[in-house]
């Protein structure tokens, strides 16, 4: 498939990349930033939604910093699976994303702000034109949503990340800047349930790193995930449970996320504070699935259907929780 051309454009600096955004904005002109390219370049050769210029984050040094508390955008996907730096559950939901190659390219920030997947959008140019598109590249037709007909205002393909629901549980602070200025947000506020607008990043904002707070360290936990091929596919479901403990059998403190369910990863703090009032272990951890599995809503736009995708959650989430047992 060809690649429709586009300008590419290298700054060296955080200040060089904004500086180039800020005259594109000036002059009218969209854009993307790309990170790995490893979504952002397979979407473009099938067509969807590419625009004529790309700023590339590449030689931007300032991104690739990684601690136990300091994870910069431009930090690869196989050193944060690799890294004695990153917390344990971080590195496992790194390294079950794709392959090694794709993981040597892909980067933190371009999983955060992966774009959302939908078996009617994620098509060649002429598959979709045989369909007459859809709403979310529509090619100035109208066309309508292909998931839920007939509304035409709201997309919803699906966030298919694994990193997200761990870092929320970790309680993440995503930190973005743009020619304006800089701001940080919660990770769990920074998605929003649109799959087309996806996040709170506005024109020419780019997320620069994400900090993790100083006991981030004393959280244990697990990540489990479904897919059709481990080793290469995308979260059909992913399930985050992190836990403090406190000595005793019951966890001072629990945290559950969710992804590859719905347009924005799920954070579920009521669900994970009603199985703290009266633990029972395993009980309340069949109760705690339970209430997750309720919680999600899935829509028929993956490969799995939406009744599996939401029983399997409840699975994954008693799996993840094996550890408090
Ligand atoms: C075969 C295959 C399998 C895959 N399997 C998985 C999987 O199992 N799990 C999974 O999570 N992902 C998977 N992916 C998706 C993708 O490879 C990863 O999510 C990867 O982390 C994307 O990072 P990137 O740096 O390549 O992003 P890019 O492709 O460069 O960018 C992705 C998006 O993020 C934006 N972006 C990138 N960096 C920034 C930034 N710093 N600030 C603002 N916007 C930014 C880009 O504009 C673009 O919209 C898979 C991809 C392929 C091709
Ligand atoms: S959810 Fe609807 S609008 Fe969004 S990509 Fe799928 S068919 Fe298109």
């Known amino acids: 498939m060809r690649m429709p051309p586009f300008e590419l454009h290298n700054p060296t600096s955080l200040s060089e990349a904004l500086a180039t ?20 370049l397979p979407n473009y050769k099938w067509h969807i939604n ?7 984050l590449a030689k931007v040094s300032e991104l690739t910093e990684l601690s136990p508390t300091h994870i910069g955008a431009m930090v690869r996907l196989h050193d944060l699976a690799q890294s004695d730096a990153s917390h344990p559950v971080l590195a496992k939901a790194a390294n079950s994303i794709a392959s090694v190659m794709i993981r040597r390219s892909g980067t933190v920030g371009g999983n955060i702000c992966l774009d959302t997947r939908c078996y009617w959008f994620n098509q060649s140019e002429q598959w979709r034109e045989s369909i007459d598109w859809c709403h979310k590249c529509d090619c100035g037709t109208a066309a309508d949503c292909r998931v839920i007909p007939n509304q035409n205002t709201l997309c919803v393909a699906t966030y298919q990340a694994d990193l997200a629901p761990v870092l929320m549980c970790l309680e993440a602070t995503i930190h973005l800047a743009s020619p304006s200025g800089q701001r940080s947000v919660l ?46 596919d995308f979260p059909e ?4 449970v992190l836990w403090k403990r406190n000595g005793g059998a019951k966890p001072a403190d ?22 703290l009032v009266d633990w029972r272990g395993k009980e309340s951890i069949d109760e705690l699935a339970e209430a997750i599995r309720k919680a999600v809503k899935p829509v028929q736009n993956t490969w799995y259907a939406p009744s599996y995708r939401r029983k399997m959650v409840k699975v994954l989430t008693r799996r993840a929780c094996a550890g408090l047992l």
């Open 237 to 240: 479901a992913g399930v985050a």
């Open 50 to 56: 590419a625009k004529k210029h790309v700023i590339a």
């Open 187 to 232: 990770l769990s506020e920074f998605f929003e349930l649109d799959g087309m607008t996806r996040n709170v990043l506005q024109r020419g904002e780019l997320v620069t790193h994400l900090t993790l707070p100083e006991g981030a360290g004393e959280w244990q936990g697990d990540y489990q995930k479904l897919s059709q091929r481990e080793s290469w």
């Open 21 to 40: 955004a800020a005259d594109l904005e000036e002059a009218g002109q969209d854009f993307d930033w790309i990170a790995g390219g490893t979504d952002l």
């Open 254 to 275: 629990l945290r559950v996320g969710t992804t590859g369910l719905e347009s924005i990863p799920g954070f579920h703090t009521e669900e994970a504070a009603s199985a």
